[in-house]
């Protein structure tokens, strides 16, 4: 503990470690403050009311999928009918089309590797990408809070404007297009003048801002039932302690691949035939090198099996791809998550480019030869990691339904078990450390974690 008050004190008493935190905190509130702020045509007294009454006709679970992860990432926001009820989702989605674009595109690849000034072009592709992707989104968003709320006559007051004119839809529109690129300007900032990571801060905030609420409801519910309430307490706090860390070791695990470098004088055929050490003596693969975007994608597919319900709405089997918390959803849902993981690590890990570039730097995996066998051998060791690491990241995804009822029994708590929002809040917290053990090491200062695995992994 002394250590640990100590890095803290070692960490205020730099001038410009403390400035970027202070700064990021500053931009954080300001993100959370505008996340209360309602759309002009909407009652915000009212909204809590609609929420109450659509979670009491079974909406809460049959909106938890995207429509929830959307809104665990912006706080609320998103199902509070904010300025900011888009967040910075957009801008993900913008990101990814790039990313995925850059694959078939030449101009995109050629970018890709201009250096800085091709980061630059693509980063205000991106971000004209955003506001095309917002003008998708917010009709979308405007349509599903009226056809969901609009049936309720006794909730009409909740707006101020008729929602079906064009006074509703135009500066609705404009207001929620301006929200999102709002909060991407945040996140730009944080990054630049911030600790770092900024987009992926946001989204981490507006996740662990529905934790408190989370937990208060299950501790109400579980007192309710009586003297094993508190205890019931205890051991789900305990689980979910190891369910965390059971998240950071799927976060940070790597298969090291060992690499030698050749000296210039082995290269040049001379006499000394040592293999002299280079600065890194392996190659960390991944074992969950898609990270959570498996998770993302399948949750966008998701709806397509709930849309099947309506040709024979009597099949109880049908209707329970509506529910998250059901097997048929949940088995559905991993299965996606195994073939995604195996398609976006494939697309994202150049394996050809990194033999490529060990050959050009005079290195080499022992015992295969350089070029196409090292990337064969690469790719070999990249499937076979992957399998085990998509599994586990499945189980990650499906646990909330497992623990849920049975064990947890409120579905905000339960969600908070598994899935996207626990793996993104490692994910960043642990960028977020790494960050700051920077600056802590560059003024010869201690990390936040030193540990051999953090020496061993880097986090």
């Not at 968003?141 to 006559?153: D, E, G």
């Not at 040049?268 to 890194?280: F, K, T």
């Not at 969600?415 to 790494?434: E, P």
Request: proline letters at 4%; glycine letters at 8%; charged letters at 15%.
């Amino acid at each position: 503990m002394k250590e640990f008050i100590q890095t803290l004190k070692n960490i205020w008493s730099l001038k410009e470690l403390r400035e970027k935190i202070l700064f990021t905190l500053f931009i954080i509130l300001v993100y959370r403050f505008a996340s209360f702020i309602s759309l002009p045509a909407i009652n915000l007294a009212e909204v809590g009311d609609l929420l109450e009454h659509y979670k009491s006709q079974g909406g809460n679970k049959q909106g938890a999928g995207l429509l929830g992860l959307l809104s665990s990432f912006t706080g609320g926001a998103f199902s509070h009918a904010s300025v900011m009820a888009l967040g910075i989702m957009p801008y993900i989605s913008a990101s990814i089309i790039v990313q995925l674009m850059g694959m078939a595109i030449p101009y995109l690849q050629k970018l890709q590797k201009d250096g800085e000034s091709g980061r630059n072009t693509l980063n205000q592709i991106t971000r004209w990408l955003t506001i095309g992707v917002c003008l998708v989104q917010a009709p979308s968003y405007l349509t599903s809070i009226t056809q969901l709320f609009l049936p309720y006559a006794q909730f009409q007051s909740a707006y101020f404007v008729d929602p079906n004119s064009i006074m509703f839809w135009l500066p609705s529109i404009v207001i929620l297009v301006g929200g999102s690129v709002f909060a991407m300007w945040l996140g730009e900032k944080i990054t630049d003048k911030g600790i770092g990571n900024g987009i992926s801060i946001l989204i981490m905030v507006g996740i662990l801002s529905r934790l408190p609420e989370a937990f208060v409801q299950e501790i109400a519910v579980q007192n309710s039932k009586g003297g094993l309430g508190s205890i019931m307490i205890m051991i789900e706090v305990l689980f979910w302690m190891v369910v965390v860390l059971l998240a950071v070791v799927l976060s940070v695990a790597v298969r090291k691949i060992p690499i030698q470098y050749v000296s210039r004088a082995q290269a040049r055929g001379g006499v000394n035939r040592n293999l002299m050490q280079g600065a890194r003596q392996w190659i960390p693969l991944k074992v969950n090198a898609a990270g959570v975007m498996p998770i993302i994608f399948a949750q966008a597919l998701m709806f397509v099996p709930g849309l099947l319900t309506k040709v024979d709405e009597s099949n109880t089997f049908l209707a329970g791809f509506k529910n998250v918390f059901s097997w048929q959803y949940n088995v559905l849902f991993a299965l996606l998550i195994i073939i995604f993981s195996f398609f976006y690590t494939a697309i994202t890990i150049p394996v050809n480019q990194m033999a490529d570039d060990l050959k050009r730097q005079g290195g080499l995996v022992p015992k295969v030869r350089p070029g196409k066998e090292t990337a064969d051998y690469l790719d070999d060791i990249l499937s076979k990691i992957t399998l085990p690491g998509s599994i586990f990241l499945s189980i990650f995804a499906v646990l909330p339904a497992i623990v849920h009822g049975s064990f947890v029994q409120t579905d905000a708590f339960a969600l908070f078990f598994g899935g996207t929002s626990l793996l993104i809040m490692v994910g960043v917290i642990l960028d977020t450390v790494q960050q700051i053990n920077t600056y802590l090491l560059n003024h010869h200062y201690d990390g936040l974690m030193q540990s051999k695995l953090s020496r061993t992994t880097g986090y």
